[in-house]
């Protein structure tokens, strides 16, 4: 456990150094915020931008409170799955590069140990980044729309959390295989979009992708309530996180043994 909260701080405070502290979670919440505002200035913004007959009447239906979070869920599910794996592509090929992975590895630490710290450093920021910018986006939904009890709030962010879990496990095992950064956020792009597309072509048979926990947190957010299908794409993607965290530990002490 020693060794563990050791490498912890280490990556946290790699992570101070380098800004993913700073750049992460603004960017986020500008991806956050812009669906709240654009959805209600949205006549405004179609009158400026003109070229429309005159006459036209512009009559956009206003969206509920919890179709606009919909609409930020969608948003995460696009341009965050990539910051996701940008933010987190790079822990270990990095170390691999400047020789600090050896004198990390020669000391007594397992590679549970070592990977673990990595997986928990990243969640512990992107998760941070992540309920921060729902929480401002939720906050501006409530000035600008309908309010949206916090119950159901809480309830999406929790399962939409899951999806980030799933692809900081999918990055990290890529990481011990490859050793190219670029390499690495390509594969695990692919993959992630890959799954996304088969969940989307096959339905009847992926109703347990992780793909489908964006889908499964906008049902709690117009339902209010978990329903037994959220139950389901929860705990298969608990297992299979597991699954791959388990692979990625067994990938890494075997290429990066060290002499242990």
């Avoid at 380098?18 to 919440?29: A, F």
């Avoid at 505002?37 to 919890?66: C, H, K």
């Avoid at 979070?69 to 696009?78: F, K």
């Avoid at 050793?179 to 890959?194: D, P, R, T």
Wanted: aromatic share 10%; net charge neutral.
């Amino acid at each position: 456990m020693k060794n563990f909260l050791t490498l912890l701080m280490k990556e946290m405070k790699e992570s101070l150094r380098n800004g993913k502290w700073i750049w992460l979670p603004i960017v986020l919440m500008i991806i956050g915020i812009s669906q709240p505002i654009t959805s209600y200035y949205m006549p405004q913004i179609l009158e400026a931008a003109g070229n429309l007959p005159e006459g036209a009447v512009i009559d956009i239906p206003t969206p509920t409170g919890e179709e606009v979070l919909i609409g930020t869920l969608s948003q995460y599910g696009t341009i965050g799955t990539l910051l996701f794996v940008l933010a987190t592509m790079g822990v270990i090929a990095q170390e691999r590069q400047n020789g600090s992975l050896m004198l990390v590895m020669v000391r007594p630490v397992s590679a549970l140990q070592y990977i673990s710290s990595k997986c928990a450093a990243q969640l512990i920021i992107l998760l941070t980044a992540l309920a921060a910018s729902y929480l401002l986006t939720w906050y501006y939904t409530n000035l600008l729309f309908n309010p949206v009890p916090w119950e159901a709030i809480l309830g999406s962010l929790v399962v939409y959390s899951l999806w980030i879990v799933f692809i900081v496990v999918v990055t990290v095992l890529f990481g011990t295989l490859l050793k190219n950064i670029g390499g690495i956020a390509g594969v695990s792009v692919l993959l992630l979009a890959a799954i996304s597309l088969v969940t989307t072509l096959f339905p009847a048979y992926t109703q347990w992708s992780p793909a489908n926990l964006r889908a499964q947190a906008s049902v709690i957010l117009l339902e209010g309530q978990w329903v037994s299908s959220v139950w389901q794409v929860v705990w298969s993607t608990l297992g299979l996180s597991a699954v791959l965290f388990g692979l990625a530990v067994y990938c890494f002490k075997r290429l990066e043994s060290f002499g242990h």
